[in-house]
T-cell receptor, first 112, second 116 residues
Framework: GDSVTQMEGPVTLSEEAFLTINCTYT??????LFWYVQYPGEGLQLLLK?????DKGSNKGFEATYRKETTSFHLEKGSVQVSDSAVYFC???????????FGKGTMLLVSP | EAGVAQSPRYKIIEKRQSVAFWCNPI?????LYWYQQILGQGPKLLIQ????????DSQLPKDRFSAERLKGVDSTLKIQPAKLEDSAVYLC??????????????FGPGTRLTVL
């Protein structure tokens, strides 16, 4: 079945550091890929998405490129802020009914 | 536009008791999802509704879990009887449609269930 693997956290960075959170997937066909963010005490929010190979999703300074050859969708940000501290989930949707399969999540902690 | 509403936000019960969660999706959203998020894991789909019909309930433990979506709007998820391993956050999400470009899922804040 479909699965998503994310790097384990927590990822601890200083403000303005470069961020990479790795995500790889296993799926049949051509899934859509997503990054969701969960701030403390809040629900999941869609951060960005890509629906086909070589697409780049971007939002709020975050970017991720759909790499079919490496089955990856790594999340990057050039300069993180304290307000980026949250849990980040990589997910895929691979059916006509768009059921999401999530990774385990990666906690990001940014210190001033 | 109001988001997905869920209640209660927190619930503590003893094992073998019953519990129910309520979800009100975004107005006009045809598709509604219930997820279970165990601590340290990603959300897992329990059940998906399209209007008031069930699309996918393959991962719902039907011996103890049940869900309904009356009139294709609000939904309730029930656990009876609860087990210790049901301790988790229960997330509700909704989307305009199940597939295609209008399938973005919007999540509620979740209900945190603790079973003692």
């Amino acid at each position: 079945g479909d699965s998503v693997t994310q790097m384990e956290g927590p990822v601890t960075l200083s403000e303005e550091a470069f961020l990479t959170i790795n995500c790889t997937y296993t799926a049949t066909g051509y899934p859509s890929l997503f990054w969701y963010v969960q701030y403390p005490g809040e629900g999941l929010q869609l951060l960005l998405k890509a629906t086909k190979a070589d697409d780049k999703g971007s939002n709020k300074g975050f970017e991720a490129t759909y790499r079919k050859e490496t089955t990856s969708f790594h999340l990057e940000k050039g300069s993180v802020q304290v307000s980026d501290s949250a849990v980040y989930f990589c997910a895929l949707a691979n059916s006509g009914y768009s059921t999401l399969t999530f990774g385990k999540g990666t906690m990001l902690l940014v210190s001033p | 536009e109001a988001g997905v509403a869920q209640s209660p936000r927190y619930k503590i019960i003893e094992k073998r008791q019953s519990v129910a969660f309520w979800c009100n999706p975004i107005s006009g959203h045809a598709t509604l999802y219930w997820y279970q998020q165990i601590l340290g894991q990603g959300p897992k789909l329990l059940i998906q509704f399209q209007n008031n019909g069930v699309v996918d309930d393959s991962q719902l433990p039907k011996d103890r879990f049940s869900a309904e979506r009356l009139k294709g709007v609000d939904s309730t998820l029930k656990i009876q009887p609860a087990k210790l391993e049901d301790s988790a956050v229960y997330l509700c999400a909704s989307s305009l449609e199940a597939g295609g470009p209008r399938n973005e899922q919007f999540f509620g804040p979740g209900t945190r269930l603790t079973v003692l």
